[in-house]
C-alpha cells in the first residue's frame, strides 16, 4: 500500500499547466529546479492522449491537516519525498534525481524497481513544475497517462 501511495505521490508531484504567457514552447528553467515543491495537482489520461497543456487537473488532498505531501530536489542530485499519512505519520523516501533537457529521472532507493521513472517536464518556472509520465516502453501495457503540478514552497 505505501508503494502504491509513493507511486500516486510522485505521480503528483509532477504537473503540468500553462501560463497567460506561455506561447506554446515548454518553458523550463533548469535553475528553478532546486528547492521543495508541494504537491498541487493531478490528472490521469489514457495512453495516447495528446498533451497541450490545457488540460483540466484535479486539487491533489493532501491526507493529514496540518503538513503537505513534498518534493524536495537538492543542488548535488539528491531527491527526498515527503509523504504525510492522516494521521501524520510521515514516510520520507530518499533518491536522485538528474535533469536532461525535458528530462526528470527519479530514483528512490527503497523503491528502486518501481520508482526509477522518467517524466517528461512539461513546464518548469520558478513557481510551478508540471511533469508527464510518458507510456511505459513495449511490453507493457499501460493505462494511463499521469500528469501532475507542483507549487515550490519558498
Known amino acids: 500500500m505505501k508503494k502504491l501511495l509513493f507511486l500516486l505521490n510522485t505521480s503528483l508531484l509532477?504537473?503540468?499547466s500553462c501560463s497567460s504567457g506561455d506561447d506554446g514552447n515548454?518553458?523550463?528553467?533548469s535553475d528553478f529546479?532546486?528547492?521543495?515543491?508541494e504537491y498541487d495537482a493531478y490528472s490521469a489520461?489514457?495512453?495516447g492522449t495528446a498533451l497541450t497543456g490545457t488540460e483540466q487537473l484535479v486539487n491533489y488532498i493532501h491526507l493529514c491537516p496540518t503538513q503537505k505531501n513534498n518534493m524536495v530536489f537538492g543542488e548535488g542530485g539528491s531527491a527526498k519525498n515527503e509523504f504525510n499519512y492522516s494521521d501524520c505519520n510521515q514516510e520520507i523516501s530518499l533518491?536522485?534525481?538528474s535533469k536532461n533537457?525535458?528530462?526528470l529521472t527519479l530514483d528512490f532507493?527503497?523503491?528502486?524497481?518501481?520508482?526509477d521513472d522518467v517524466w517528461e517536464i512539461l513546464?518548469?518556472?520558478n513557481t510551478t513544475l508540471i511533469i508527464a509520465a510518458p507510456n511505459p516502453a513495449p511490453p507493457s501495457d499501460p493505462v494511463e497517462i499521469d500528469v501532475f503540478r507542483f507549487i515550490k514552497i519558498e
Open 123 to 125: 513546464s518548469l518556472t
Open 45 to 47: 489520461f489514457d495512453p
Open 95 to 97: 533518491g536522485t534525481y
Open 33 to 37: 529546479l532546486v528547492g521543495t515543491w
Open 26 to 29: 515548454n518553458n523550463v528553467q
Open 101 to 103: 533537457g525535458f528530462i
Open 109 to 115: 532507493e527503497p523503491y528502486i524497481d518501481q520508482m
Open 14 to 16: 509532477l504537473l503540468f
